[in-house]
């Protein structure tokens, strides 16, 4: 059973950090590009970032560029978000997302059929 379980949220200070991981499971984790996205109360959720299968294409969204990266260690079968520099606007549930993918590219606006769970930012004072 595939499976994508987010985790590394948490309370931090405007300026702050956090990584987020996204640990799969129940699939072939290299023949897949993951994304994340993120949504918060009242707003549509957003495209992140997104990154091909084997590493060799990223993308963000114009929000985040120069402050999230994401990456991703085939190896583990974990995908992860380093955020800095995170803002109050930052605050959302954010998802990881896999799609089966035979090419080198990544776009968040492709169909991402596998979800996880969420997980929770809050950057406050």
């Known amino acids: 059973q595939l499976q994508l379980v987010e985790s590394g949220g948490g309370l931090v200070q405007p300026g702050g950090s956090l990584r987020l991981s996204c640990a799969a499971s129940?699939?072939?984790?290299?023949?897949?590009?993951i994304a994340w996205f993120r949504q918060a109360p009242g707003k549509e959720r957003e495209g992140v970032s997104c990154?091909?299968?084997?590493?060799?294409?990223?993308n963000y969204a114009d929000s985040v560029k120069g402050r999230f990266t994401i990456s991703r260690d085939n190896a583990k079968n974990t995908a992860y978000l380093q955020m800095n520099s995170l803002k109050a606007e930052d605050t959302a549930t954010y998802y990881c997302?896999?799609?089966?993918?035979?090419?080198?590219?990544?776009?968040?606006?492709?169909?991402?059929?596998?979800w996880g769970q969420g997980t929770q930012v809050t950057v406050s004072l």
């Open positions: 997302a896999a799609r089966f993918s035979l090419g080198r590219t990544c776009d968040v606006r492709d169909d991402f059929r596998y």
């Open positions: 990154i091909s299968r084997g590493g060799e294409s990223t």
């Open positions: 129940g699939f072939t984790f290299d023949y897949y590009a």
